[in-house]
């Protein structure tokens, strides 16, 4: 081996070290407070004081106890989980028929189209809290879940457009062109042969717009007073008080809520870095 391959070879291992060396680091910068969080979960107020990063001296239920006591914390897991499951549902529906129109099909306004869907992407929507407050109260959608749902899919959909586009225009065009000369409908070739091939996008799609519609506050806070349709990170605000805040049974509450999307992006992290490795290669 040459002097000059034996110095590539080296620089290539020293660059290869120095990546994994940040990525390591960058995970533990990411997971520490989570696990901060959950081991907070198990202390009193006055261990979490005493030694706020420390291992609990004795690991108790006891503030998991409070939580499902004093709060209604199954029925804001309920909300969370309905208004969540609606949101991302009613997402993936408009989104889908829209990109596919866009991607698929040849028409004038095409580009137009697209760039009135990216426009959504441009401005946040809770710059407009005060005339969107009027409009839902006007529908009387106020403190209700459709408003709350409503809310979030105008959210999810311009980013979802933009997402499902770009991945069915990478689709062969052969695929739907063998299935037309076979007598295929329009609705049977999107349904059997084109949507099962972009379920990596679908996927992208779902864990992009669930956890930030998971752990919203802002919107919530806004649109809903009533007890019964408090959302998780809504509800477990009773436990933060004006002069003292129970820290114990509050991460025990945000352990708990962070559980069940923690579990459903485990579950589905396969298609998620699969659609985006896909994504980058087409």
């Known amino acids: 081996m040459s002097a000059t391959a034996h110095r ?7 660059r290869n070290g120095a990546i994994q060396l940040m990525l390591g680091l960058n995970a533990i910068i990411m997971i520490y407070p989570l696990f901060v969080m959950v081991m907070s979960s198990f202390k ?18 006891a503030n998991a106890e409070r939580v ?19 949101a991302v549902a009613l997402i993936l529906l ?6 596919y129109a866009i ?10 189209v697209l760039m009135f869907f990216l426009s959504g992407m441009t401005v946040p929507l809770k710059l ?23 809310v979030y899919v105008a959210m999810g959909i311009p980013s979802a457009v933009f997402i ?21 409908s329009e609705f049977r070739i999107m349904r059997s042969i084109m949507l099962p091939l972009a379920r990596p996008a679908f996927v992208i799609v779902a864990i992009q717009n669930a956890v930030p519609i998971w752990n919203d506050f802002f919107f919530p806070l806004v649109l809903i007073t009533s007890d019964n349709l408090k959302t998780l990170p ?46 980058a290669i087409k």
Do not use: C
Request: proline content about 3%; overall charge negative.
């Open 234 to 279: 809504q509800g477990l605000t009773v436990f933060v008080g004006e002069f003292t805040t129970d820290w114990g049974v509050l991460f025990t509450g945000l352990t708990l809520a962070a559980l069940p999307i923690t579990l459903l992006y485990t579950v589905l992290s396969k298609q998620f870095i699969s659609g985006i490795t896909q994504g």
């Open 44 to 61: 009193t107020n006055a261990e979490i004081f005493s030694s706020p990063f420390a291992l609990p001296a004795h690991f108790s239920l």
């Open 94 to 99: 408009f989104s889908t028929m829209a990109a």
């Open 68 to 86: 499902w006591s004093e709060t209604n914390f199954v029925r804001y897991l309920a909300n969370s989980v309905g208004i969540t499951v609606a």
């Open 8 to 14: 590539g070879q080296s620089g290539e291992l020293l």
């Open 103 to 112: 991607a698929r099909y040849q028409f004038r306004l095409s580009a137009l």
């Open 128 to 150: 407009a809290i005060i005339p969107l407050f009027i409009q839902l109260d006007s529908l009387g959608l106020v403190d209700s879940y459709a408003g709350l749902v409503l």
């Open 164 to 184: 499902m586009t770009g991945f069915l225009r990478t689709l062969p065009r052969e695929l739907e062109e063998s299935a037309r000369m076979d007598g295929a």
